[in-house]
């Protein structure tokens, strides 16, 4: 999303929390919503778009992923947001 204000990142995240909600009411699967939400808002990552189809801020992804990764018997990664972010729209 380079270029992308702040005042257009957080008009992505209200109207991707509107996006979600509106396909959870209609019973749409976890895969619909990211597609949805990429079509609608083109500045999305594959990455991105996952994150907000699960309703998850980044502090909860990294929380999730290090919960998977714990439950593996794995150390989980030195994942930060500001990390995610960078990987989010391809800075990494």
Do not use: K
């Not at 109207?15 to 500045?43: K, Y």
């Not at 989980?76 to 972010?85: E, K, R, S, V, W």
């Amino acid at each position: 999303m380079g270029g992308v204000t702040r005042g257009r990142r957080a008009e992505i995240q209200r109207e991707a929390s509107r996006i979600r909600a509106q396909c959870q009411r209609d019973g749409h699967a976890q895969e619909r919503i990211v597609t949805t939400l990429r079509s609608a808002l083109p500045e999305l990552t594959a990455l991105e778009a996952w994150r907000l189809a699960l309703g998850w801020s980044r502090p909860q992804a990294i929380r999730e992923v290090a919960a998977a990764y714990l439950a593996d018997g794995l150390l989980p990664p030195g994942l930060t947001p500001a990390m995610l972010c960078r990987y989010e729209h391809g800075q990494e």
